[in-house]
């Protein structure tokens, strides 16, 4: 897993007041600005997303495209969009839901008397079950 990734990003300024940005070598990635909001940390934004779903998938990331190999339309421009990734790791959030369980008591007293964190066990018990990391 790398820390910085680069890849180009083409800005379309065809939609009056919008700025719409895609990535030629991430189909799923894209999104949008209003004229006059910053397009580049949006694009950081989608582009982080991207990276991070291949990268949870285990999928394999595209190599980036040459600035020469990239297409582009009246009223675009092509920019190269760098993100550092462990910045937007830590921005992704997870949700967490509060459950109710039975324990014997027993188990109780001795989790309790090893410090021993209900949530963070289970958690890691559940993730164990499905095979997940």
């Known amino acids: 897993m790398e820390e910085n990734y680069t890849y180009p990003a083409i800005l379309d300024y065809k ?3 919008y700025i719409n940005i895609c ?7 894209y999104t949008c600005v209003e004229k006059g909001e910053d397009a580049v940390s ?7 997303l991207a990276i991070t779903d291949r990268e ?7 190599e980036p495209s040459k600035a020469e190999k990239v297409r582009l339309e009246e009223k675009q421009q092509l920019v190269y969009i ?33 410090n021993l964190n209900f949530s963070a066990t289970l958690v890691e018990a559940i993730k164990e079950k499905l095979s997940l990391k």
């Open 82 to 114: 760098n993100v550092w990734m462990p910045y937007h790791r830590t921005q992704v959030k997870v949700v967490y839901v509060k459950k109710t369980l039975t324990i014997p008591a027993w188990i109780d007293e001795l989790a309790k008397a090893n």
């Open 23 to 29: 990535f030629p070598d991430f189909s799923d990635a």
């Open 15 to 17: 939609e009056e007041g």
């Open 56 to 62: 949870e998938n285990k999928e394999e990331l595209p």
């Open 42 to 48: 949006a694009a950081q934004e989608a582009l982080a």
